[in-house]
Every structure is written in structure tokens, then in C-alpha cells.
């Protein structure tokens, strides 16, 4: 179970339906493959809080509101109200963004 209700529908985070102490290992995982040359123990990830902690977005305006992009189509948008990982700050701007605009 996750905390997120756009889960699998939208691309913002891929792994958190694991647990964060998983995670973090995917996440050494994924950078090892990507330099091939630091063996994996050697990798640290430095973590705060398992929410709350992004602090960039791409939210896009569409025709049905504001959102994120749909996991693997690009070119579709999950209309959403909030987002468990970003910072609260980013969340207060998207709310903001909807009352000062709310025909999008």
C-alpha cells in the first residue's frame, strides 16, 4: 500500500509501493549500474524523510486541470491535488495555483 493515491497511475515516483529501507537500496542499485565502475558497497544515499522531501516539480496546465505526467504516455496528464513527496511548500503552490486559476 502506498500513501500516494496517483500511484502507478502518473510517472513523479516508481518505487513506493517498496519500503523505504528498499528504496534506498534500489536507489544504490540504480546509480552502481550507472557508473559500472564504483562497486556497490562503496555508494552512499544520504536520506532525510521517506515524504515531504521534493523540491522540484513539473506541474503542467491542461484542458481538465493541473498535473503530472502518466506513467509511460508523456503525453498524457494525471490531473492531481497534491503530491505525498513533494515538499509541503510545493503542494501549498499547487493549491494556490488552482484557486487563482479555476477554470484549468
Known amino acids: 500500500m502506498t500513501l ?3 500511484f502507478g497511475s502518473c510517472s513523479g515516483c516508481t518505487i513506493q509501493n ?3 529501507a528498499q528504496q534506498l537500496e534500489k536507489k544504490k542499485e540504480n546509480i552502481s549500474n550507472y557508473f559500472r565502475k ?3 558497497p562503496e555508494i552512499q544515499v544520504f536520506s532525510d524523510q521517506e515524504f515531504s522531501y521534493r523540491n522540484r516539480m513539473e506541474f ?4 481538465k486541470g493541473l498535473g503530472l505526467r ?3 504516455q508523456p503525453h498524457k496528464i494525471i490531473d492531481i491535488d497534491h503530491c505525498p513527496i513533494s515538499m509541503p511548500r510545493i ?3 499547487l493549491s494556490d495555483i488552482r ?3 479555476p477554470d484549468v
Not at 503542467?60 to 484542458?63: A, Q, R, T
Request: proline letters at 9%.
Open 4 to 6: 500516494c493515491p496517483y
Open 18 to 20: 517498496l519500503s523505504y
Open 38 to 40: 564504483i562497486p556497490h
Open 60 to 63: 503542467i496546465f491542461h484542458s
Open 70 to 72: 502518466a506513467k509511460d
Open 91 to 93: 503542494n501549498e503552490l
Open 99 to 101: 484557486t487563482h486559476f
